[in-house]
């Protein structure tokens, strides 16, 4: 259904794949009913970082897949892009305060941010994906941006079900791993 770049298909690959260890890890760290600094925590943040490094990247990417026909879609595609990386880069402040406490007592992200953040984000790259899905000839299945936002749902529902997430992420961004062959 589109054609996307070897770029792209790395990081729609990659980004599902370090959110799942985050997840793992995560749970491993909590085994003993407490999260916080240790091996499983940091190295568990450590992919947790790189997956949002990779999601801002990968917002771009989406960015370049959506045809842009009038200036209100181009408007529009860009706001969504800014609003996705703005997100992703307040959900790496957030990660680098937890791996390095000193940077989060130096330099918190502010209160506003952190549910302002988190939602730019998620409607950044849910814009971009349903952008793809109603362009003419459509570039991702329908049930691509529905799976990549119960993705987001589960999160919210539950840290513990961040593997699930992961899982769940990585069959909404398939598309974009194996594009899909167009049909005459």
Do not use: K
Request: charged residues 10%; aromatic residues 10%.
């Amino acid at each position: 259904m589109t054609e996307t770049t070897r770029t792209t298909r790395l990081f729609a690959l990659l980004v599902p794949l370090f959110l799942l260890l985050y997840g793992v890890l995560r749970l491993i760290d909590g085994m003993d009913g407490d999260h916080g600094p240790g091996l499983a925590w940091n190295v568990g943040h450590t992919f947790f970082f790189a997956a949002f490094l990779l999601l801002g990247a990968l917002v771009v990417e989406l960015r370049s897949l959506v045809p842009v026909h009038t200036a209100r879609r181009a408007a529009v595609a860009g706001v969504a892009m800014v609003a996705g990386v703005f997100g992703a880069g307040c959900f790496l402040w957030v990660i680098l305060g937890d791996l390095f406490p000193g940077f989060d007592d130096s330099a918190p992200l502010p209160e506003t941010l952190e549910l302002v953040g988190p939602l730019a984000f998620q409607l950044g790259i849910l814009t971009l994906m349903v952008m793809l899905v109603t362009s003419r000839p459509r570039r991702l299945p329908a049930w691509s941006p529905v799976l990549v936002f119960v993705a987001f749902l589960l999160i919210a529902v539950n840290l513990d079900l961040i593997p699930v997430a992961a899982c769940v992420l990585m069959a909404g961004l398939a598309p974009l791993v194996r594009p899909l062959t167009r049909t005459s």
